[in-house]
């Protein structure tokens, strides 16, 4: 049998088809979720979130009225809000707690202990005010993404403009006290800018 320039192109197509359907077949591994992978990434970084906003809570004494601070911030609410002065505390340089007090106009209260984790912008309640000036801590508390209300928008308030100003936690608590005095936050300058104002980190 002669073999023509046909025949042989004929063959090495074959060929090369028997080649490709092999390598297919010979890859049985499972096929690579990538939407799986993002999804672990994303629970390891909220478990490291757990364990920082969590790590080292230590509740303060309950608030006296001679140590609150009332917090501004404009808009429509339902409380006047105060904190803590003796309460506020930076953890790691990244988690700004201080007890919240909400009074309303009769004079009943709702106290908590909190935290804001400002990298994040959430903020997490670690105790309630309880009967008899106590604390009674919290039983499972989830964080809770801080957004911008209409209305009683105190936390907003505490994120941008006393705790976490600019997106970057206040460097300690003397800071997150003065911009709270003041009713406005300190701003924020970089190393590199050679000003004298504050320094968030």
Known sequence: MRWTNANRAWLTGVGLLLAALAAACGNTGPPVDHDVEKREQFKGEK???RELVDANV???SYPIEDNLIQVQFSGPKSFTYFVDTQSIFVYEGEVV???LVARSASGSENVSYEGIYCKARTYKSYAFGAVEQTWAVARNPNF???RDLDRNNIRF???RDY???YG???RDA???LAALKGGMPLPCVSHDHGEHRHICR
Do not use: D, F, G, N
């Open 174 to 176: 003397e800071r997150v």
């Open 144 to 146: 809770t993404p801080i």
């Open 168 to 170: 970057k936690a206040q």
């Open 163 to 165: 705790a976490c100003p």
């Open 97 to 99: 707690r201080y007890t």
């Open 47 to 49: 478990e490291v979130e």
């Open 58 to 60: 230590v509740l303060p």
């Open 157 to 159: 308030a505490m994120y």
